[in-house]
């Protein structure tokens, strides 16, 4: 997905919410993530700390939240491993 993006500040302005969400709800779509539940909320947070901290390509956003979901199970909880 080719977006430009008007921020260059970590401000996310409506082009940029519009490509965040479509990246939020494809994570949570695929790791069957239903909106409102912790493992959700956490998908969120990640994406807009990468955003705000200049990671505006989608791969790397979507790498970077797989990194940091882990070795969570599909709820959300770290699996003991």
């Known amino acids: ?3 430009a993006f008007s921020s260059t500040s970590g401000i996310a302005y409506p082009e940029d919410l519009t490509f965040l969400t479509s990246v939020y709800d494809d994570i ?3 790791r069957g993530f239903h909106r409102g539940s912790r493992a959700a909320e ?3 947070k ?3 700390v990468l955003f705000t901290q200049g990671i505006h390509n989608e791969n790397e956003i979507r790498e970077s939240v797989e990194r940091h ?3 969570k199970s599909p709820a959300g909880e770290l ?3």
């Open 28 to 30: 949570c779509f695929r």
């Open 79 to 81: 699996l003991r491993v």
């Open 46 to 48: 990640v994406v807009m």
């Open 1 to 3: 997905m080719a977006v």
């Open 69 to 71: 979901l882990g070795h």
């Open 42 to 44: 956490d998908v969120g």
